[in-house]
Nanobody
Framework: QVQLVESGGGLVQPGESLRLSCAAS????????IAWYRQGQGNQREMVAG???????IYADSVKGRFTISRDNARSTVYLQMNNLKPEDTAVYYC?????????WGQGTQVTVSS
């Protein structure tokens, strides 16, 4: 049973923007913190931006001021607006609960930033 579905990735040039979407089942959306994670080639998976259980927004230092997380409660969807993208943002982006649950990792969506 798929509970989290990521979409919106693509190939962009440095300085451009993308918006990722994460459609979550209602149970997950209402009951847990949700975050975006990413894993670049050869790197460990890291949390990028998320909401904790108190709906406090959390950002990795590397994306502060460039990425914005938001949510649409009616659609049980979490978004990640990514502006001023850099080559080092290239990665597969995933959404999961926060803290992450191993069973919920999905396929992710590829973001490639390259000129």
């Amino acid at each position: 049973q798929v509970q989290l579905v990521e979409s919106g990735g693509g190939l962009v040039q440095p300085g451009e923007s993308l918006r990722l979407s994460c459609a979550a089942s209602g149970t997950i959306f209402r009951g847990f913190g949700i975050a975006w994670y990413r894993q670049g080639q050869g790197n460990q998976r890291e949390m990028v931006a998320g909401y904790d259980n108190a709906l406090t927004m959390i950002y990795a230092d590397s994306v502060k001021g460039r990425f914005t997380i938001s949510r649409d409660n009616a659609r049980s969807t979490v978004y990640l607006q990514m502006n001023n993208l850099k080559p080092e943002d290239t990665a597969v982006y995933y959404c999961n609960t926060y803290p992450a649950r191993a069973a919920l990792w999905g396929q992710g969506t590829q973001v490639t930033v390259s000129s």
